[in-house]
């Protein structure tokens, strides 16, 4: 499944920033990673997609695969009233918490009764994210995700595995993404 997973990765990832405009970029969001991931995976793999809170839910005979998608991206919040824009979405802490959040969540499904009530068979579990950051950006996305997150994982008692991660540059915006494997440290 690591191999099938990051293989639909790397194709979506082209594949949405093939012809996209840096200025476009902010018209990417977590449901369109979906369904061009969930388009670039065999025909034989079963999906759900927002299966019980799970992102993405891919299922086959030798079980069930949860994956969360993330997808940052500082967008201009236009104001109509004649005053500048603001940034929203921008790079912080809140990120990080709420990416160690989905990731709690996606390592401790089997805590969930509901869940295990449906008789899964969970298998590995996956987290991918993609994010953006301009050059001017005086924070960005990539100082809070390069290598840092790891750390961050390991210390809220997840270990993860980095199974691939791409990046791209468009003008003045560096794309980055990742897929990482998860399971809670016992």
Do not use: C
Request: charged content about 35%.
């Amino acid at each position: 499944m690591d191999e099938l997973i990051s293989r639909a990765f790397k194709t979506t990832f082209h594949t949405i920033l093939e012809d996209v405009p840096a200025d476009d970029f902010r018209f990417i969001n977590e449901s369109v990673l979906r369904y061009f991931f969930i388009k670039s995976l065999p025909d034989d793999i079963g999906v759900e997609e927002e299966w019980n809170r799970i992102d993405l839910f891919l299922h086959d005979d030798s079980g069930q695969y949860p994956i969360e998608f993330k997808h940052y991206f500082r967008r201009p919040l236009k104001r109509f009233n004649g005053k500048n824009s603001s940034p929203k979405g921008g790079p912080s802490k809140q990120n990080v918490r709420e990416f160690i959040a989905s990731s709690k969540k996606l390592v401790r499904l089997e805590e969930n009764p509901s869940i295990m009530k449906m008789g899964v068979d969970l298998k590995d579990r996956y987290f991918i994210l993609v994010a953006g950051d301009r050059q001017k950006d005086k924070t960005k996305f990539s100082d809070f995700y390069k290598r840092k997150h790891i750390n961050a994982l390991r210390d809220n008692g997840i270990e993860s595995q980095l199974l691939v991660e791409e990046a791209k540059t468009i003008d003045d915006l560096h794309v980055f993404g990742w897929v990482l494997k998860m399971k809670k440290i016992d």
